[in-house]
């Protein structure tokens, strides 16, 4: 409970500066009370900021756990995030500004952007892509990316965006999954100056996904990479994405879609070893992604928006594409690492590109600060306005530092929480009206309800408890794709006969002014650099190794990514455990799932500490990998097996 404490005792408070309020799109409580007395009709309003083709008749209905919003009515994503600024100023107005790692730059105009994704979606209805069907997008950051994306929504195929860092093998089980037809990819993309092979890798995973017949190349750069190898066209199936685009025509009507037509899948990290396919809608995602971008971030015209996730995860898909082209802003979109080819890349970009907003997560903040202050001081920051993070709980010192160094103490601070199936930023300050205190996401935004429960259900006004959304929302996930059950399962039934109470899978704690501390997952799943990691999936790739018989997977803390995976693995009889094996594991791991998935400790041991039940005791493994007394142990079959373990462990360390 140590951390908890110290989060509560957190005593600095940042109030909005006057200069921003005075500015602020939302800048009085006002809109919380009003959207609290009629949360329908608030997002009422806020879906009739977008462009519909024909109005909605109803706002929403509810038969718990199953929401629809807005039905009745027909709307097109890319319409709205593109199309609808072509008749206005902003024609001209800079859509993308991108940066590849190499240093090469392009900028498109909403105008550009409405010429390539009619191109791309007449490309792919060449290919035979209709309505619903599926696309997989394995491609590094770049313009194309977003391309494609919104080229999939113009003609309603659904889009499966997959981390260019993800294995081939997370590839073809994502591609298998949905079912995909085609898949865009690249022939390679830069991290820290090396190629990622993702023609390659699609290769590899196409060898056992059958549904996939072509297979669209972008080339990363003209003339290509330099190495043939990075691209083996396949004939038939393969096709070069500027050979295709060359003769694509721009004659490509934004199709109509129903507001609860799927709009994307993107998969997800659980608590078993399959990950989940996210099913988001059109109308009701793209409500919340709009509205939200517009009040959290403070969009203006003349703002430039620097979010720095990939399109791989959500927060890439909400705030890098949808949200901002939305509001028809303009975008910042970097290929690499923040550290390529030096430590102030990031702050680099922000001078060159005069960025006023920028998104970033905890676990770059916090490597932001061990590399030290003189990075950022070497470039001129006084055009950033605001600050936000994302996707882990934010350490005080972390967010203080950020304030100071990055902000320049000017800036106000947004930490949004949010996750993949709530689809849109649910519990975060609103930058012109909340006081803020380093370390706590604040209050629900207006339109969502967020409670602490306690197991019955009950509420905890104070204290700590189980996060819950006790009201539906617009973005919320629909259902699993292809496991409906398991929809039901995981969000809607923490509360017994509650199947209207989802459960994010968080725990929290509430101070007296209401505000919320997000502390991380209660479940197996863990937060790995702000990344969500199944300790299972991690199990089921270590235990798919020839020498593995048995594989405990738990998460530890971590300087910079917040939690690493540690793993307790037993060998199979006739294998010996040495740091090659040790070593060959890990790698194994990554090549499984991606680097991202990679352990940071692997202990060999005999035995796992079990109950008589033969249930593992992560427990106890976790007071292991974090050096702490053991809890509890008089459950186990053989107390003395943790005793050993603990042993081994501190002596290898
Ligand atoms: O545990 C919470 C943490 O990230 C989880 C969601 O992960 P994912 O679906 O990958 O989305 C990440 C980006 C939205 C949550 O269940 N999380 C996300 N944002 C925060 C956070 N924890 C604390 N504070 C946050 N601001």
Not at 590 to 598: F, L, Q, T
Request: proline fraction near 6%; hydrophobic fraction near 40%; charged fraction near 25%.
């Amino acid at each position: 409970m140590s951390d908890i404490d110290v989060l509560l005792q957190e005593n600095r408070r940042f109030a909005p500066p006057g200069h921003f309020s005075e500015q602020a799109h939302v800048n009085s409580w006002a809109l919380h009370q009003s959207a609290a007395a009629d949360m329908e009709g608030y997002w009422a309003s806020r879906a009739r900021e977008l462009d519909w083709f024909t109005p909605f008749t109803s706002v929403l209905e509810w038969t718990p756990p199953r929401a629809k919003w807005f039905t009745g009515g027909t709307l097109n994503v890319a319409y709205n995030c593109v199309d609808r600024h072509i008749s206005t100023a902003r024609r001209n107005k800079a859509a993308i500004i991108f940066e590849g790692e190499p240093g090469d730059r392009r900028t498109l105009t909403y105008w550009d952007l409405y010429v390539e994704v009619r191109k791309c979606a007449s490309m792919l209805k060449s290919l035979g892509v209709q309505k619903g069907d599926r696309v997989g997008i394995y491609l590094p950051l770049i313009p194309e990316a977003a391309i494609a994306m919104l080229a999939c929504a113009r003609i309603g195929a659904i889009h499966s965006v997959v981390f260019g860092g993800f294995s081939p093998e997370s590839l073809r089980d994502r591609m298998n999954d949905a079912q995909a037809k085609v898949v865009i990819t690249a022939d390679g993309g830069y991290r820290r100056g090396q190629v990622v092979p993702l023609k390659r890798n699609t290769d590899k995973a196409l060898e056992d996904a059958p549904s996939v017949q072509h297979v669209i190349v972008v080339q990363r750069r003209p003339g290509g990479l330099g190495d043939e190898s990075f691209a083996d066209m396949r004939e038939g199936r393969d096709h070069w994405w500027h050979r295709l685009m060359a003769h694509a025509s721009t004659d490509c009507p934004a199709e109509p879609m129903d507001s609860e037509d799927v709009l994307f899948i993107l998969y997800t990290s659980g608590t078993t070893g399959k990950p989940k396919g996210i099913v988001h809608t059109t109308a009701g995602y793209l409500t919340g992604v709009a509205a939200t971008t517009r009040d959290v971030f403070d969009l203006k015209d003349d703002d430039v928006f620097w979010c720095t996730a990939d399109v791989g995860w959500i927060t890439g898909h909400s705030y890098l594409v949808y949200g901002p082209l939305a509001n028809g802003a303009t975008i910042v979109m970097y290929e690499g690492a923040p550290d390529w080819p030096d430590k102030d890349r990031f702050w680099e970009i922000c001078a060159r590109h005069g960025v006023t907003v920028f998104y970033t997560a905890p676990t770059a903040i916090r490597a932001f600060m061990k590399w030290g202050d003189h990075w950022p001081t070497r470039h001129d920051l006084s055009r950033l306005r605001l600050l936000g993070s994302v996707g882990e709980p934010i350490n005080p010192e972390a967010w203080v530092w950020y304030h100071e160094h990055i902000g320049h103490g000017r800036c106000p601070i947004v930490d949004t929480w949010w996750q993949t199936e709530t689809g849109a930023i649910v519990i975060s300050p609103l930058p012109g009206i909340t006081t803020t205190k380093p370390g706590s996401a604040t209050k629900a935004l207006p339109g969502y309800t967020a409670e602490l429960l306690d197991a019955n259900a009950t509420v905890i006004p104070t204290g700590g408890g189980l996060l819950a959304l006790t009201r539906p929302w617009p973005s919320m996930l629909r259902t699993i794709w292809g496991d409906d059950n398991r929809y039901v399962e995981t969000y809607f039934s923490k509360w017994p006969g509650r199947p209207d109470l989802y459960f994010p899978g968080d725990g929290a704690k509430r101070d007296d002014d209401g505000f919320f501390w997000i502390l991380g997952r209660v479940d197996d799943v863990l937060n790995v650099a702000g990344h969500r990691i199944g300790t299972m999936e991690v199990e089921s790739a270590l235990v798919e190794h020839p020498a593995v018989a048995e594989a405990a997977v738990v998460g530890k803390v971590h300087e910079l990514k917040g939690q690493a995976l540690a793993a307790f693995v037993t060998l199979r009889t006739g294998f010996h455990h040495s740091s090659e094996l040790r070593d060959e594991l890990k790698a194994f791991v990554a090549d499984k799932i991606g680097a991202i998935a990679r352990p940071d400790d692997i202990l060999f041991s005999a035995d796992l500490p079990k109950t008589r039940s033969g249930k593992i005791m992560r427990r106890l493994l976790r007071d292991i990998a974090e050096g702490r007394a053991l809890g509890d142990t008089t459950t186990l079959a053989d107390p003395n097996v943790v005793a050993g373990l603990k042993e081994q462990y501190e002596s290898q360390e």
